[in-house]
């Protein structure tokens, strides 16, 4: 069995910071990609950043220049530095991550139970 479990989610105010954090543990193989989605009420899940097993990153364009991910790949971790926070970015922050569960599994993907970032004065 896999999990992920994110932390780090919160209240801020409008120019503000927040770093969450995804630990996946359990029966783990290998974990190609592994980052971040958020979905805002009314909204379709989107994607937020997601970094690589070679360490390329992929992110939206909404959060270039404000937002960071970072992976410990000996953690099975990957981090989320949010800074100049937007009320915008308010939305339900979900932990995923592309992991085999063994040489020979498939690769699946897995989702944390998500954690709410608020960004309002």
């Known amino acids: 069995q896999v999990q992920l479990v994110e932390s780090g989610g919160g209240l801020v105010q409008p120019g503000g910071s927040l770093r969450l954090s995804c630990a996946a543990s359990?029966?783990?193989?290998?974990?190609?990609?592994m980052g971040w989605y958020r979905q805002a009420p009314g909204k379709e899940r989107e994607l937020v950043a997601v970094v690589t097993s070679g360490s390329t990153i992929n992110s939206s364009d909404s959060v270039k220049g404000r937002f960071t991910i970072s992976r410990d790949y000996a953690k099975n971790t990957v981090y989320l530095q949010m800074s100049s926070l937007k009320p915008e970015d308010t939305a339900v922050y979900y932990c995923?991550?592309?992991?085999?569960?063994?040489?020979?599994?498939?690769?699946?993907?897995?989702w944390g139970q998500g954690t709410q970032v608020t960004v309002s004065s």
């Open positions: 359990g029966s783990i193989y290998s974990i190609n990609a």
């Open positions: 995923n991550a592309e992991i085999k569960r063994s040489s020979n599994d498939y690769r699946g993907r897995y």
